[in-house]
Antibody
Framework: QVELVESGGGVVQPGTSLRLSCAAS????????MHWVRQAPGKGLEWVAV????????YYAESVKGRFSIYKDNLKNTLYLYMGGLRTEDTAVYYC??????????????????WGQGTTVTVSS | ETALTQSPASISATPGDHVTISCRAS??????VNWYRQKPGEAPVLIIE???TLAPGISARFSGSGYGTDFTLTIDNFDSDDAANYFC?????????FGQGTKVGIK
């Protein structure tokens, strides 16, 4: 079955960088776009970024644009999120999620169906 | 950017109740809305896609409706296991956005 396993979270200081990973299995990874979504403690869900199935198109939330970068390695079946210039407000559980279906174009998304269990990032001095 | 406004923020239901949650978009988004359920400490689970299509494995007590700017998630014959937070998501345009969530508790 489809499985997504995130890793790489931890406690870091403001201004530093961190790389999250998401190992995918159970589906044809190269056929699907992939998302990162985060949830601050006690808060709702915030969409962070998406990459197209072939990794040629990437879109970001305004709150992370210029600081975060999403990358999809179709040879390793792994999704990454490079986070730079971390701020205290980036503290959250970060989920990776698979797009619901194979997209008609690289600029299309149908939202998420399967989610990982999440990895926690805490930004604190 | 498309903003989603969910209401109510919280609701308490008795088993057997009919529960409705609203999600209003700031602009026309066709039927590009999904609904998710999230229990404490767990990842979200897809329950409705494209406004009204039930996701695989989800109870038929859940249904979705709406088009354009106004969408509704309905839970028929509420069960105590349905107690959770519910979120709508629009995937019509980037950046994607979620509603603020509705906490459904047991009365």
């Amino acid at each position: 079955q489809v499985e997504l396993v995130e890793s790489g979270g931890g406690v870091v200081q403001p201004g530093t960088s961190l790389r999250l990973s998401c190992a995918a299995s159970g589906f044809s990874f190269s056929d699907y776009g992939m998302h990162w979504v985060r949830q601050a403690p006690g808060k709702g869900l915030e969409w962070v970024a998406v990459t197209s199935s072939d990794a040629t198109k990437r879109y970001y939330a305004e709150s992370v644009k210029g600081r975060f970068s999403i990358y999809k390695d179709n040879l390793k079946n792994t999704l990454y999120l490079y986070m730079g210039g971390l701020r205290t407000e980036d503290t959250a559980v970060y989920y990776c999620a698979k797009d619901l279906r194979v997209a008609a174009t690289t600029a299309t998304t149908y939202g998420m169906d399967v989610w990982g269990q999440g990895t926690t990032v805490t930004v604190s001095s | 950017e498309t903003a989603l406004t969910q209401s109510p923020a919280s609701i308490s239901a008795t088993p057997g109740d009919h529960v409705t949650i609203s999600c209003r978009a700031s602009q026309d988004i066709d039927d590009d809305v999904n609904w998710y359920r999230q229990k404490p400490g767990e990842a979200p689970v897809l329950i409705i896609e494209e406004g009204k299509t039930l996701a695989p494995g989800i109870s038929a007590r859940f249904s979705g409706s709406g088009y354009g700017t106004d969408f509704t998630l309905t839970i028929d014959n509420f069960d105590s296991d349905d107690a959770a937070n519910y979120f709508c998501l629009q995937h019509d345009s980037f950046p994607l956005s979620f509603g603020q969530g509705t906490k459904v508790g047991i009365k």
